[in-house]
Every structure is written in C-alpha cells, then in structure tokens.
C-alpha cells in the first residue's frame, strides 16, 4: 500500500514519452502505473490520467485520430465524466481533441516543419486543478516537439474558451502559428486539460527549467484530491 495517488499513463503504439511522464510523476509524488491502449478498464485507484506525448499509430490519418477510438478511450471518458482530471500532453492534446474531449483541433506548424525548442508560455488562468500552483501573468519555460501543434478553432469557440477562462496557456512567442498562441485549453468542467508544450521534459533544473513541475505538481494534488471524493 502507498499514500502516492496513482496516475494512469495510456500507452499507445508509437508513444515515445510515457516512461518519461511516468519517471517525472514519480519524481512528483505519484504512482505511475502504465496502462496499455488495448485495456478497457483502469487500474483500481487511478486518481488521474495521463495521455503522453509521442506519434500514437504512427500519426496516420491525423494526429491522434487512432488513438481517440482505441478501446481504454471509453475508460477515460467514463473517468473524465466522473470527474477525475485527465491530462493530454502533447499526441495526448491532439488525441482530446479527436476525441471531442477537449475543444479545437491541432493542425500542422505554420511552417511546416517539427518544431523542437524551449518555449515560453504564459498563464492565462490558474481555475483548473492542473494550474493552480501557477499565478496569472507567471512565464513558464516548457520544451515543445511537435509538428501538429498550432491549435485551432472557429471564432466563435475562441472567443468563448477565451471569456470562460479556458484558454489558460498561451504562447509568449509565436512557436508555431497556433490561433491567439493557444499553448493549452482545459474543458468547461476543468478536468480535462491539454498542452502541446511536454511539462515532463521540465521537472529538473539541470535540464534548463523545472516550470513543468508546477504543473504535474499541480496534477498530483487533483488526483490526491479525486481519490477523496466518495464514489
């Protein structure tokens, strides 16, 4: 037995970074346990969800498309709608998407090359448990790598997101062409968050930032706190 909250990280064909979300939770105080994308049931005591960074399915068709109808996405949606908060990083992001989880769609860089850099994004709202060891205004330094990464949506969706409070990452540099330089959007409920930028490559200063532990920081405390709420 732990007092660690346990975190699922789906693992899909072709993700690349869930060992590495695994390592940097553990580092955070969780207890990772990887669930592969054939399951359809989470582990027993999962009180958060993670879905990697990586190239799920190898990318055909779209980004995440695949993976959104691989059979352990009905547990997350169960889980999501229960509640518990769920995290897309990165593939994880676009997978929300497809999976309608999330608002928006992730299309190609505008300049139509991967992007891998250091980024700088700034926090638009700390409503959602995911941001709140951040504050409003806080510039955060978080590797991107990706070359689907400029999210989109219609006006309208936009400038509603934007009035709720959901945008809650935004760009400090224009990196790759994302609508208002959305970095990260979170659901209305605010338990399902995704951001293109890999918090999981940020968790230790010798690596040039720790900015990302804020945010799995962040995401441990809500899956301590989910465990609580009776079932």
Not at 50 to 68: C, E, K, M
Not at 166 to 186: K, S
Request: glycine fraction near 12%; include cysteine; charged fraction near 15%.
């Amino acid at each position: 037995m732990t007092d660690r909250p346990r975190i699922a990280v789906v693992v899909f064909p072709g993700s690349n970074d869930d060992h590495d979300a695994a390592w940097a939770l553990g580092a955070m105080g969780a207890e990772p346990a990887l669930v592969w994308h054939q399951q359809t049931e989470l582990p027993a005591g999962t009180g958060a969800v993670v879905l990697p960074g990586g190239f799920s399915y190898g990318d055909y068709l779209r980004a995440g498309a695949i993976a959104s109808l691989a059979p352990v996405m009905e547990a997350v949606r169960t889980f999501a709608a229960n509640g518990g908060p769920v995290l897309g990083i990165c593939n994880g992001f676009q997978t929300l998407c497809e999976a309608r989880l999330l608002p928006g769609i992730l299309r190609p860089n505008r300049q139509l090359e991967f992007v891998c850099a250091d980024a700088s994004v700034r926090v638009e709202s700390v409503d959602a448990p995911f941001m709140r060891r951040c504050t409003v205004g806080q510039e955060l330094v978080i590797p991107v790598k990706h070359g689907e990464g400029a999210w989109y949506a219609d006006e309208g969706t936009f400038v509603q997101l934007a009035a709720r409070g959901r945008i809650v990452l935004r760009y400090a540099d224009d990196v790759n062409g994302a609508l208002g330089g959305v970095a990260g959007v979170v659901n209305d409920a605010g338990n399902v968050m995704g951001l293109m930028p890999h918090p999981e490559h940020a968790v230790d200063p010798l690596l040039g930032s720790a900015d990302g532990g804020l945010l799995l920081a962040a995401l441990v405390d809500a899956a301590a706190e989910h465990l609580l709420v009776p079932a």
